[in-house]
């Protein structure tokens, strides 16, 4: 693997799940050398890592909306996170 990549820590949610699908592609499609295989491997499992860390970043701003009696919006609480 000789082409320049992205740095993951700066790489948006979109753009690593859709590098981590890449990978996954060619692991199944065994076209792959064991040498390159393991390498993106490690790239696949960086990449995993990252988009949770931006996962849970964005559940822990998520608000839900709260509403009054009368149906009307009453303000926002935290969302309930298992």
Do not use: N, W
Request: net charge negative.
């Amino acid at each position: 693997m000789s082409e320049a990549q992205p740095d993951i820590s700066k790489m948006t949610f979109e753009a690593a799940l859709a590098e981590l699908e890449a990978i996954v592609e060619k692991l199944e499609a065994g076209k792959v050398s064991l040498e390159d295989s393991i390498a993106i491997y490690e790239r696949g499992e960086k990449l995993k890592g990252h988009c949770d860390k931006l996962l849970k970043a964005a559940e822990a701003r998520i608000e839900k909306i709260t509403l009054k009696a009368d149906g009307s919006a009453g303000g926002t609480e935290p969302l309930d996170v298992e």
